[in-house]
């Protein structure tokens, strides 16, 4: 593809937002994502008790009681706080864990794929070494070493789940480094910073806007899993926590199980439609 | 692409030979990677194995930790540590575990079976019924079976295993009782031959359902995209212009040349499954390698918990390898590259 063949910027922008929001898994995704985001943002104010605290009867079910419309749990917590808050949690791990793999992910691409040579070598091997450790056992050893708290949480993930970004983005950087664009910038005597930042980075945009939504997606299923385990941070409430403590009581109190993990299901499911089509808006020849 | 004769089915063995020896020497700085890694991970501990096992033993004097330390090395530079750590590894001598007071190698054999059989039937099912599913979405594109079965792979895809594993039970085995929801085989019972076999087989198939779930939904999705593609390529219109029958074209001419990156995929996610077994294990109290990490990382030995992650990314190496072998077997355009 020739940079010539290319609308105008602008109007490729607009036209991309335009087939994006046109699309009604779009549309879903960002609803459901916007629900679950004011949960979360107004889980203080909705529920302003420690969502560990006991408030209620143990064991309510589901709209038993109309003071807790989601039931209570064996501790007699409120089971609708607990999803609130929860939310907080999965979504602040979820969206620290990508940028900082975003972070290492970018910068590692993006030098091997403008350098090349020996730099290019020494950093594809530094990704296949961290593509080939299985990235929920690396989670598991730094939080054990390290002790289970959100940030170190986000950290491990983010540290395991950027070998992705790294092979997407070089491969973009290795298609663009030789553009007329780039050489232009070149023959204008731009620094590196300045032509891999402001020339190649954008054009590389589309590919890493849709790595993003997956990123997300799976550092709160990496995180749900582990706090599951009963490996999370023991001080906050978190959907896969509540799930763990749940599994005493799968015969009698199902539901204590199937609403934290609903919640887990209906976010990764709005990332992944927004990632879908967002890579539909970006590729308007292969959407079908 | 090379101009040559097709190789005949006998030289196509040296061609493999190289592929494969092309491949371990590729991997030789990974391996070395995951080594020095765990090391330095291992270093990162807060504490060490004496702290663990005077822990352990409940009585310690700085004399006899001191001597401790002295026995397993823990006294020397890092560099020289680092040079006793390569000699064991050597010999497959992973450590010994001060919490099982066991040799690690010992203990990851006696679980690593579970967790192969376990692997591998979640990878098998999901291959068939992702492969099944992506050529039927590929099939009706458009219509309504393509359109129901991708949102239920998208469903399936923002699913975590764990859960998948939980609903399961609650439905098949504590309402309906027809599955068994935990362990590999009945306790108490001694059976052997195929009444033993039937009874893990039982007991495999929650755990299988709660793998394979995840990759069930990318290796359908991948299937359908990858049979698009395929389908639009001129030999595809040629094959249909022949007038070979529908079906033979979507198998014979488009699936075939769709299961490459599949496959490829396939390997690559190799490491995740493996993750994925992990938190399985523990849903089932399957006895694998997942449900030894688990229970080191409670006891906080760390010995076991770095064995597991060095030899399952070397797993992860064989696997990679596999599939390069796999590829090469099947495309010759990989061998003449």
Excluded at chain 2, 99 to 110: K, Q
Excluded at chain 2, 306 to 324: E, K, Q, R, T
């Amino acid at each position: 593809m020739t940079t010539s063949s290319l609308p105008h910027p602008a109007a490729w922008r607009a036209s991309t937002l335009g087939r994006f929001l046109a699309n009604p898994a779009a549309l879903a995704g960002l609803v459901l994502l916007a629900v679950i985001a004011a949960a979360a943002l107004g889980a203080p104010w909705l529920f302003p008790h420690d969502p560990l605290d006991m408030v209620g009867t143990p064991l309510l079910w589901p709209s038993q009681d109309p003071e807790f419309p989601l039931g209570t749990d064996t501790m007699g917590r409120d089971v609708a706080a607990g999803l609130a808050h929860g939310a907080r949690v999965s979504l602040l791990v979820g969206l620290a864990a990508a940028a900082l793999s975003l972070t290492i992910g970018v910068s590692v691409g993006a030098a091997a794929g403008y350098f090349g040579g020996w730099a290019d070598r020494v950093l594809v091997r530094l990704t296949e070494l961290f593509q080939t450790i299985p990235s929920f056992l690396l989670v598991i050893v730094i939080v054990a070493i390290a002790q289970p708290s959100v940030g170190v949480i986000a950290l491990a993930i983010g540290v395991s789940s950027w070998p992705v970004v790294a092979r997407l983005v070089r491969a973009e950087f290795r298609s663009l480094v030789h553009a007329e664009f780039v050489q232009a910038a070149r023959a204008h005597g731009y620094g590196h910073l300045r032509i891999v930042l402001a020339e190649i980075l954008p054009n590389a945009l589309p590919p890493i806007i849709v790595t993003t939504s997956v990123l997300v997606a799976n550092a709160i299923l990496m995180e749900s899993a582990l706090s599951f385990m009963s490996l999370g941070d023991p001080n906050v409430v978190s959907w896969g926590s509540m799930i763990g403590d749940a599994r005493e009581m799968l015969r009698t109190a199902w539901y204590l199980a199937a609403l934290p993990g609903l919640s887990i299901v209906a976010t990764v499911l709005a990332l992944n439609l927004l990632g879908d089509a967002a890579n539909d808006a970006f590729n308007p020849r292969l959407a079908r | 692409m090379s101009s040559t004769a097709s190789p005949s089915r006998f030289s196509r063995l040296p061609a493999l030979g190289r592929t494969a020896a092309r491949a371990l020497l590729h991997a030789l700085p990974t391996v070395a990677g995951v080594i020095l890694l765990s090391f330095f991970l291992m270093q990162a501990v807060p504490g060490d194995a004496a702290d663990v096992i005077a822990a352990e033993s409940g009585s310690a004097t700085a004399d006899s930790m001191a001597a401790t330390r002295r026995h397993f090395g823990l006294d020397l530079p890092v560099l020289q540590q680092l040079g006793n750590y390569l000699q064991h590894l050597v010999r497959l001598d992973l450590g010994l575990s001060p919490r099982y007071n066991t040799p690690v190698v010992d203990l990851i054999a006696s679980r690593i079976g579970n967790t192969a059989l376990l692997m591998s039937t979640a990878l098998a099912a999901a291959l068939i019924a992702g492969v099944m599913l992506g050529t039927v979405m590929a099939s009706f594109v458009g219509r309504w079976p393509d359109r129901v079965l991708s949102l239920a792979a998208l469903l399936l895809y923002s699913t975590p295993g764990f859960w998948l594993g939980l609903m399961a039970i609650i439905l098949l085995s504590v309402h309906l009782g027809w599955l068994p929801p935990g362990g590999v085989s009945t306790l108490g019972t001694d059976e052997t031959g195929i009444a033993h076999v039937l009874d893990v087989a039982r007991h495999l198939v929650l755990p299988t359902l709660a793998l394979a779930g995840f990759y069930v939904a990318i290796f359908s999705r991948l299937t359908r995209a990858a049979m698009l593609e395929v389908s639009r390529q001129d030999f595809v219109r040629t094959a249909r212009a022949k007038g070979a029958a529908p079906l033979r074209v979507t198998l014979r001419h488009v699936l075939r040349n769709a299961l490459m990156p599949v496959l490829t995929v396939a390997g690559l996610n190799f490491g995740t499954l493996l993750g994925g077994a992990v938190v399985v294990e523990t849903v089932f109290s399957w006895p694998g390698l997942g449900r030894l990490a688990y229970e080191s990382v409670m006891a906080r030995d760390y010995v076991v918990l770095m064995g597991i992650l060095i030899l399952s990314s070397l797993l992860v190496i064989v696997a990679n390898i596999v599939v390069d072998l796999a590829q090469a077997a099947l495309d010759p355009r990989v061998r003449a590259r």
